[in-house]
């Protein structure tokens, strides 16, 4: 088993437009839409740095500058917070920029779409010695684990090529999933033999469905900057799995355990606030019969 140095660094994806949320979207990122009371993209910070992560790569395009303010000190906001004794609330702002080491990279418009173009865009800040978390920024997770803490677990016992996270789901959504393909003789646990990107049910390989958490080696990278668009002229990560496994790479399709949540449209995003807001001591007395009433009088 060949050494390697701990994963520190998490790239996170957060340069879509987020054209499903206009005209919410229009002047501010999707991953800086509340979920109660933090951005989305807190949710996935504060997930990575629970899993051991301390460098945060933020891919974000033209416009994404409040995301960058967010992640710094607010001076007034902390002196009006001071004067008025609000110690807890002062705490809680003072200690955001202090979560990880934050990085910007805008996407630049010369690059393909796709979901795996955001590492094209960071490439020269991963050493080709390292491997690396990589997170969508639409999808937010609830685990006793954290799941990026599950996946890097794993890396850790076998050093795969690469790992994505995954999760049974039902028929009725499998098409809109990316599904895996195990290798029936693998050498580590769940090593797969191809990915398929939104098959139609019946023809996907599996209703175990990626998600947005992995583990990524350079092979990954060195692979991305081929420039191999797929469906739909896009370079796509499970493209990109699916040579590296056709390579004699081992990439793994771990399952995970925990809650896997989407905001990536405005119902799933109100589902998830809603699921959230459940779980939350100071909301849920009041909000569970409020929800029920409201049911009921339908």
Same mark, same amino acid.
């Given at each position: ?19 499903? &949320? ?18 989305? !993209? ?20 033209? $416009? ?6 967010? &992640? ?7 002196? !009006? ?52 978390? @990589? ?27 690469? #790992? ?23 050498? @580590?646990? @769940? ?22 958490? &992995? ?8 692979? !991305? ?12 990560? #499970? ?8 390579? $004699? ?19 799933? @995003? ?29």
């Amino acid at each position: 088993m060949k050494e390697s140095h701990p994963i520190t660094k998490a790239v996170i994806a957060a340069a879509g437009y987020g054209t499903r &949320f206009l005209p919410a979207t229009k002047n501010q990122p999707k991953q800086m839409l509340p979920l109660i009371d933090k951005p989305i !993209i807190q949710y996935l910070v504060e997930e990575a740095v629970a899993s051991g992560i301390t460098d945060i790569v933020l891919v974000t395009q033209h $416009g994404a500058h409040i995301m960058e303010d967010y &992640f710094d000190n607010h001076y007034e906001i902390e002196d !009006i917070l001071e004067k008025r004794g609000k110690t807890e609330l002062l705490k809680m702002i003072r200690a955001i920029p202090t979560l990880a080491n934050f990085y910007y990279v805008r996407q630049k418009k010369h690059l393909p779409y796709g979901n795996a173009v955001p590492i094209l865009a960071v490439k020269d800040l991963i050493d080709d010695d390292e491997a690396f978390v @990589y997170m969508f920024g639409d999808d937010v997770t609830i685990s006793k684990t954290p799941v990026v803490k599950q996946l890097i677990d794993v890396y850790e016992q076998y050093h795969p090529s690469a #790992i994505l996270a995954v999760q049974e789901v039902p028929d009725n959504i499998v098409e809109k999933m990316g599904t895996v393909k195990y290798k029936e003789n693998p050498k @580590y646990p @769940y090593e797969i033999e191809l990915g398929v990107e939104k098959a139609p049910l019946g023809e996907n390989p599996s209703n175990m469905a990626q998600f947005g958490r &992995f583990v990524f080696t350079y092979d990954v990278v060195r692979e !991305i900057e081929k420039m191999k668009t797929g469906k739909n002229n896009e370079l796509w990560v #499970i493209d990109i799995l699916n040579d590296l496994a056709q390579a $004699g790479k081992h990439v793994l399709a771990q399952p995970v355990e925990g809650r896997w949540m989407t905001t990536g449209d405005p119902l799933a @995003y109100l589902e998830t606030t809603l699921e959230l807001a459940i779980k939350r001591d100071d909301i849920k007395d009041e909000l569970i019969p409020y929800l029920k009433n409201l049911v009921a009088h339908l």
